[in-house]
């Protein structure tokens, strides 16, 4: 249902205003690329996103009808990140905390999300963090 709104970008931009406008806390949302690969609508979704009020738009890099059947494309949720102004979270196939380190390195992205990483290594986090330690000094 989620991925459905994707084809309504109008209707999903006034929900998220009116949860924004009613909401004390920051509303993000989520979303693929588009419906499939004919589809790709993100930049048009993001576009109506920001406007509408999100506080930041986590971007996986998959269309709906992807699945999991190919890499996430970075590329193009790193050339959303650079032309927004709303923060991006990348996120696909993040499943280490040196893979987390590259991505936000390199997209342009604000932050990165872990979905399957956390799942097979629930302490993905406290790595990230004692390596950002490390490394930051
Ligand atoms: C078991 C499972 C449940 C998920 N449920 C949701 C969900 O309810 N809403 C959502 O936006 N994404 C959901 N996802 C997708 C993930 O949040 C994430 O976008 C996707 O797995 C890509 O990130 P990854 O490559 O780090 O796993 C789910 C993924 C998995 C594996």
Redo the contacts with the bound molecule.
């Keep these: 249902m ?1 991925s459905a709104m994707l084809r309504k970008p109008r209707a999903l931009a006034k929900m998220v205003a009116g949860i924004a406008a009613e909401s004390e806390l920051p509303v993000t949302v ?1 979303i693929r690329l588009g419906e499939n690969d004919k589809k790709i609508n993100v930049d048009t979704v993001v576009s109506f996103l920001e406007r509408a009020g999100a506080a930041a738009v ?1 971007v ?1 890099g ?1 269309t709906a009808e992807q699945r ?1 059947k190919k890499a ?1 494309d970075w590329d193009r949720v790193s050339n959303v990140a650079r032309s927004h102004s709303v923060p991006i979270i990348g ?5 280490t905390h040196y893979e987390a380190h590259a991505r936000l390195a390199d997209s342009g992205c604000t932050a990165v ?7 097979i290594k629930p302490w993905i986090f406290k790595e990230f963090k004692e390596v950002s330690r490390l490394v930051t000094g």
Excluded at 91 to 95: H, M, R, S, W
């Design positions: 989620g989520k986590t996986h998959r999991y996430a996120n696909g196939d993040i499943l999300m872990a979905g399957r990483g956390a799942l």
